[in-house]
């Protein structure tokens, strides 16, 4: 026999369920995050040393790159930074 009390307990436990599944299944937002990339020390071209920097930094809609060429007295165009790439997947579309 279901009392109206039973009753309650059981409508309740389907729907938080069903509210989890949701929250589960719903694309959590973006979130804002730094990432830094750098030459490994010692990093040599065949042009001489070479030292860069590129933080990519994320927030919702939008990534703002900054490219740093920290290479002091470059003697060689090999030891420019000339091309820097990344590719962005995902994102629920």
Do not use: H, W
């Not at 369920?17 to 490994?40: D, E, I, K, Q």
């Not at 042009?47 to 809609?61: I, R, Y």
Request: include cysteine; charge should be positive; glycine fraction near 12%.
């Amino acid at each position: 026999m279901v009392t109206p009390r039973s009753f309650k307990v059981r409508k309740c436990g389907v729907f938080c369920a069903g509210a989890l599944v949701a929250l589960a299944l719903y694309p959590a937002p973006a979130r804002a995050g730094m990432f830094a990339f750098m030459t490994p020390t010692g990093a040599m071209t065949g042009g001489g040393p070479v030292n860069a920097e590129a933080d990519l930094t994320t927030s919702a809609g939008s990534i703002l790159v900054t490219l740093r060429n920290l290479q002091a007295n470059p003697k060689d165009v090999a030891q420019l930074l000339s091309d820097f790439s990344f590719t962005v997947g995902g994102g629920g579309r």
